[in-house]
């Protein structure tokens, strides 16, 4: 499952706003290479680094979840597909 199926709409709110995840990993301070292992789940999420993304992609931190919570139900069907 790539990463994009983990955080669908925070993916395309980077592309509208940065047009790629290196372009914004790199706006916050962040080694692509680490904002890439936090989108394809090998590691978690700092409040920090949520804070940081909703700042510079002008997204309320009241609406954080929806950018940020993965589909839970979805991946669960897929691993017992």
Do not use: H
């Amino acid at each position: 499952m790539g990463r994009r199926d983990l955080y669908p709409t925070l993916c395309g709110k980077i592309r509208e706003k940065y047009r790629t995840q290196g372009n914004l990993a790199r706006a916050i301070g962040m080694n692509p290479s680490t904002f890439s292992g936090k989108l394809s789940g090998k590691s978690q999420w700092s409040y920090a680094d949520v804070e940081k993304i909703c700042r510079v992609l002008d997204i309320p931190m009241a609406d954080a979840p929806n950018f940020f919570t993965p589909d839970v139900a979805r991946l669960q069907q897929n691993i017992e597909v």
